[in-house]
């Protein structure tokens, strides 16, 4: 797996285990003063999703992300493909679900977050 740049999320892997995905996601700099709110968005899916299938689509989904004011930063993958986490900017949650109908993919959960970093702890 190739390295990924940015921020470290962690989330517990369970039985399934989690991959990260990452199809030339915007660029992120927490260091901005200006940054928007960020939530981490958490997708079922029934079927399995097919990271060529994710990529054909991205395309349409950035459209959709660019018209409503959503950042896509990152992605993480669960091992049965079926269930993603993903880190977004946005104004707010309302802007999340308005992009996620329009771009018609799940957003099941969306939790406001914050970073945090072993340097805050140094």
Known sequence: MAPVSGPV??????A???????IEPA?????????????LIERNFAEQLELEDWRANNPRIEAVNDEVGV?????????????????????NAEAIREAARKANVPA??????DEVTPAMFA
């Open 27 to 39: 660029q992120f700099d927490n260091n901005s003063e200006d940054t928007m709110p960020k939530f």
């Open 71 to 91: 950042r896509w930063i990152y992605s993480f993958l669960s091992a049965d493909k079926r269930k993603t986490y993903c880190l977004y900017e946005a104004p």
């Open 16 to 22: 399934n285990g989690i991959v990260v995905v990452s």
């Open 9 to 14: 999320v962690w989330i517990p892997s369970g």
């Open 108 to 113: 099941d959960v969306i939790t406001p977050v």
